[in-house]
């Protein structure tokens, strides 16, 4: 998975908040905020409730640092550097949704920064740490990553790894953001745990729109080679690492469907080979029918 060497990258959509606060860990113990904002954003199989504190939902606090306006500027510089990588799947994956949004005419795309953190963030939903995982407040519209965690995804959850699978994580976050555009969020209400859950049925739908990107990223211009089968392979691994039963095999050394929150590892492949397959959002709709 290679950019145009020539391709201009927009930093602007990424945001570095650097080093954070090293060692602070995940605190815990305030109010429970912005559950509803928050279920479905999260990658992982974890409990919302755990991982922000906080009464109040707060703004995001200013943009901090220039320093990926600087780095950032070509597509060869994302071919180079991890962070600027990450600006081109961002800039691609946005290019995408906008060109979609357009042609249905209904409501424009409106772009979400990514936030690239390190420890602990503050953001419109509380604050989080880097025990999360990647997630996407509705909030304050911004997708959250600790780059570290991509390392976690290989150390603790199994997976190769590799550039693609990074994009694939990338990837569903901003379909979560569609879903945020689109009303889809609202569609959890209360129902959020279980096999037939609302709250998998985003996920899903989520894995789905992330397939549906790749199949057609080659046409935003930020790549210089269709995707390969061994990128594809990258995404389906991680998609299958950070499957439900897989999580709950290694934590709890059991299968409980009822408290699933983000669909097996066979659904989360699937539906992201869906989306793939198909290269068409409106083949994502998992919230009727089967899963
Ligand atoms: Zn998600």
Redesign the pocket.
């Known amino acids: 998975m290679d950019f145009r060497e020539d391709v201009d990258l927009d930093a602007s959509q990424v945001e570095d908040r650097g080093s954070g606060f090293p060692g602070g860990g995940l605190m815990l113990g305030g109010g429970i905020i912005g559950i509803v904002a928050v279920i479905?954003?999260?990658?992982l199989g974890v409990n919302p409730a755990s991982l922000f504190s906080g009464d109040d939902a707060r703004p995001a606090p200013p943009r901090q640092g220039t320093a990926l306006n600087e780095q950032c500027r070509k597509g060869s510089d994302a071919n180079q550097s991890e962070k600027c990588r990450v600006v081109g799947v961002v800039n691609s994956i946005q290019h995408y949704w906008q060109g979609v949004f357009a042609e249905r005419g209904k409501h424009p795309y409106s772009t979400a920064r990514t936030v690239l953190f390190s420890g602990q963030v503050s953001t419109g939903c509380g604050q989080a740490g880097s025990a999360v995982g990647?997630?996407?407040c509705p909030a304050d519209r911004r997708a959250y990553f600790d780059l570290g965690f991509f390392d976690e995804l290989e150390r603790r959850f199994g997976a190769k790894g590799g550039p693609f699978a990074q994009a694939y994580v990338i990837a569903?976050?901003y379909?979560?953001h569609v879903q945020n555009l689109l009303g889809n969020m609202s569609r959890v209400g209360r129902d959020r745990e279980g096999a037939d859950s609302a709250s998998v049925r985003?996920?899903l739908q989520?894995?789905c729109y992330a397939g549906v990107w790749a199949k057609n990223a080659l046409d935003t211009g930020f790549y210089d080679k269709p995707f390969t089968d061994n990128d594809i392979r990258e995404a389906l691994d991680a998609a299958a690492a950070v499957g439900d039963d897989r999580i709950q095999e290694r934590t709890q050394g059991r299968v409980d469907p009822e408290g699933w929150t983000?669909g097996s590892s066979q659904q989360r492949m699937t539906w992201f080979t869906t989306g793939y397959a198909t290269g068409s959002p409106a083949r994502c709709d998992t919230f009727s029918g089967g899963i």
Do not use: Q, T
């Open positions: 479905g954003a999260l990658l990647p997630f996407y569903h976050e379909g979560h985003l996920e989520a894995d983000h």
